[in-house]
């Protein structure tokens, strides 16, 4: 029996909701509006995902409110990375009352937007490091979003906390249009010895491509060498829903994965598209 199918990252959001959407304007426009889980179902049953991670927008407790809240009236959220506050002295209380709430079991992981902060270092401060060991001690995992400056303190944090789950979004976002990939390809190299408690998102990428001219050939490359240093036990499908509506559908996100995956066997394509989701973030309804 194949092994369920999991889209390790997608949004939902509501510009009207007075959250921090002032990026959904000049290419981005056509998705500023409301995007929620029947926007979503469709594209899920026509390519069989069976589960789904819901993944923060903005830097807003509220919403992670919001987002576990949602995993439990949706039967197809099997996990949310929300937002807390890593800088703040109380932030294992706040992830405490997350977890005891009726819906906390929905809550899997943390993210911050760390490509937002001035400082690229931002995850190597005092503060931020006692934040982390909170998500590893409330046994969650943090998803990592480094752009190529924040790259190396991002490396850095998973030496600081090998106990502690990363999982790397948008295999760190290269910049694929202008084949800019020795630098990126160097730096990656840093996850290597990492890659016990590291998994990376193999997802994000047609929207750092040509979005009107990317072509699978585009993407390998990045593909090959994020296989290479993490192998299939370590990477995972995802789609970034609706943000990858800029470039293609979901049906072409799987498809062009899928394309630059032709000589993994069907275990390892099982394990990207599925076991990897479900074993980095421990997802409620699909652990054995």
Known sequence: MASPMIDSHHHFWDPASGGDYGWLSGPFEPLNRKFEPGDLRPALQ??????????????????????IETAANTDFVAGVVGWVDLTDPHVADTLAELQQSPNGKWLVGIRHLIQTESDPNWLLRDDVRRGLQAVQDAGLVYDLVPNLPQLPSAIKTTETFPELRFVLDHISKPNIKNREYD????????????????????SGMITEADWQNWTPGDLRPYVDHVLEIFGPDRCMFGTDWPVCLVAGGYDDVIGVLRECLPDLTARQREQIFGGSAIEAYKLPGFQS
């Open 46 to 67: 026509a390519n069989d995902v069976s589960g789904t991670v819901l993944v923060q927008t903005w830097n807003d407790l509220g919403e992670t409110w919001d987002f």
């Open 183 to 202: 630098e990126w390809a160097e730096l990656m190299q840093g996850f290597r010895s990492e890659r016990r408690h590291v998994w990376c998102k193999l």
